[in-house]
């Protein structure tokens, strides 16, 4: 059994310990950003492919006490690192922090890599290169106020990277905050789905990988490939049972509208290059007259949050259109805004059920629920 800490959005901490749960994680525990846990290597190996909230599962090796840098190298170099991956492999250190007294994280991160290679050497007389932009194995330094952590990163690219994302349009939703989003809504299979301002269809592609029960790790390889003690075999025996749950693909009731047309195109064409292009209907719309095809569903959606002052004007003019079209259109719908402007709900004249808030990066965010009860719509 080996301990793991499952990296994601904040806000998301406690849906992903009921996923990594699901995977066979034991001794779970949640903290800010993340989800410590326990396991054998193929409830790693299941939680990089099957987890649709993580950012990265990192394998612990040590923690220990610290108070200047000396003692995090002497905390490294005792490591048996040629023991995890060969010298062949290319590496990289990432140190991140938590108040912590010391002036340079650069130079924990310099001292750490001076470590690794040092007992490299020692112990086969060769050192590992270093490559910071897409190595094939990562050792992350976590510092608190006075303890050091280190890990090894077994996913290698971010989790949200599903492996087949080819367009995009300005400040795409990352894939496991969309996940995790729907999973806040309570959508199900099957529950009609509308993202009036898809952009390039993120919430979309995370719905039907999930009604298609698709493992969204299934297009892409992982860090733990290139670890000495990867299970091969194991491997192939999961990646096979996760490949013979996918259903068939087949039209949903899962809609994608946008304004400008070049998000239309850009979300038809990352469902095509998915293998999803006759599941989902997209078509280009203004949110102010997009009107459902049901009576009831889910309506999610990412507005823009206006960072620049004329944004915020016009969208303190568009707030009250969209509630007055909500009213009108929507009733029997459940409406999901995720934004980082609060304003939101004052502007738009209807309170929300429920306000979650989330991070979106550093970015907090609200995902305000509006529940828009059936027969109460009027004509406005």
Known sequence: MSTYFAICPRGLE???????????????????????????????????????????????????????????????????????????RTMRVVTTAIKCPLKSLDFVTLRVKDAVCDRFREDRGDRPNIETRNPDVSIHVFLSENECTLYLDTS??????RGFRKASVDAPLKENLAAGILKITGWQPGTPLVDPMCGSGTFLLEAVQMALDRAPGLDRGFAFEMLRNFEAMNWANIRQAAEARVKPAEPMDIRGYDIDDKAVRATRRNLQEAGFGNVVTVDQGDLLETQ???DHGILVTNPPYGERIGEQDELAA???ELGSALKKHWAGWNCFFFTADLR????????????????NGPLECRLFEIRMVAGSNRKV
């Open 156 to 161: 290698g690219q971010p989790l949200w990277q």
């Open 318 to 320: 568009f707030y009250p």
């Open 14 to 88: 406690e849906h992903l310990l009921e996923e990594l749960r699901g995977v066979g994680g034991e001794d779970l525990r949640t903290t800010h950003g993340g989800v410590f846990f326990t396991g054998d290597w193929s409830v790693c190996y299941r939680a990089n492919l099957e987890s649709r909230l993580a950012t990265r599962i990192l394998w612990h090796i040590v923690k220990g006490p610290y108070q200047k840098e000396e003692d995090i190298y002497r905390l490294a170099v005792r490591q048996l690192w040629p023991n995890h991956f060969d010298v062949t």
């Open 292 to 294: 459902p095809l049901t």
């Open 344 to 359: 939101l709900p004052k502007l738009v004249g209807l309170k929300p059920s429920r306000k979650t808030p989330l991070f």
